[in-house]
């Protein structure tokens, strides 16, 4: 699993798993299939109002609108939907800026145009060598665009150490029965901020763990956050394994 750590805007990294290579080409066949689709259905709503012929020369013509089409489509979309594709979205990745800003439209028209160079024209290769042997998994549009696509929901689970800590509710008595309505991916969120509080032990880091115990006190509904946030967050996941498992 590579992963890759993006600024925040108070300059604290956090720490985001990489799509892997089989998650950007199955969201670019996703993709590749709308337009596609799209295309052979407007092509057959055009011979057939104009009568026309299938020759060589319509054939060119279409596979070149097709192109432009997708690089337009994946233009648009990304702009749109903050850095995701149709098929992004299925796959539940996005694109990011490597210095933790958003992307501008000329980073995303750069990604888009330079599909040409990745996939087209070289059939995929380009990009899928560039993609599976880079360290943050950037082909040419990532490195021109200075941007990578990164996982929305983290892969890993709970361990199975972090259950059996737990050996069951006779030994444990939950403090926060609401923490059940928390995903599985709020409760790692919160696992990987505990962890990196530990790792870099600075101000930064602290007020981040701080902010992050005060949001879910008030999600949780509690007067006031507990004194020592990072306990309260551990305790928070301990509640959680034991009340959902």
């Known amino acids: 699993m590579q992963t890759i750590d993006l600024p925040t805007g108070q300059q604290v990294k956090i720490e985001y798993e990489l799509a892997s290579l089989a998650e950007r080409l199955l969201a670019m ?10 295309g052979l259905v407007s092509r057959f ?3 057939t109002a ?13 596979s070149f609108l097709l192109l432009a089409t997708f690089v337009l489509y994946n233009f648009f979309f990304e702009l749109l939907s903050h850095g995701q594709s149709l098929g992004k979205r299925a796959l539940g990745i996005q694109v990011v800026r490597l210095d933790g ?3 501008t439209p000329g980073d995303y028209l750069l990604r888009a145009v330079l599909h040409f160079v990745d996939t087209f024209i070289t059939a995929g290769i380009v990009g899928g060598l560039l993609i599976g042997s880079t360290p943050r998994r950037q082909r040419i549009g990532d490195m021109a665009a200075g941007t990578s696509v990164i996982r ?7 361990r199975l150490e972090d259950i059996l800590s ?6 444990y008595e939950p403090r926060y029965p609401a923490v059940r309505q928390f995903s599985e991916s709020d409760m790692l969120l919160i696992k990987h ?10 101000p930064a880091h602290r007020s981040l763990l701080q902010d992050l115990a005060s949001k879910v006190a008030q999600h949780l509904g509690l007067s006031k956050v507990p004194d020592t946030p990072e ?4 305790t928070l996941i301990r509640d959680y394994i034991v009340l959902t498992r």
């Open 29 to 38: 066949l996703i993709d590749l299939m709308v337009v596609v689709g799209g």
């Open 45 to 47: 709503i055009i011979e």
């Open 50 to 62: 104009f009568d026309l012929e299938s020759s060589w020369e319509i054939r060119g013509i279409m």
């Open 101 to 103: 800003e958003e992307p």
């Open 152 to 158: 929305m929901r983290a892969s890993e689970r709970f």
């Open 166 to 171: 737990i050996s069951s509710l006779e030994d």
């Open 193 to 202: 901020a505990i962890a990196r509080s530990l790792r870099y032990r600075n």
């Open 231 to 234: 306990e309260f967050l551990k």
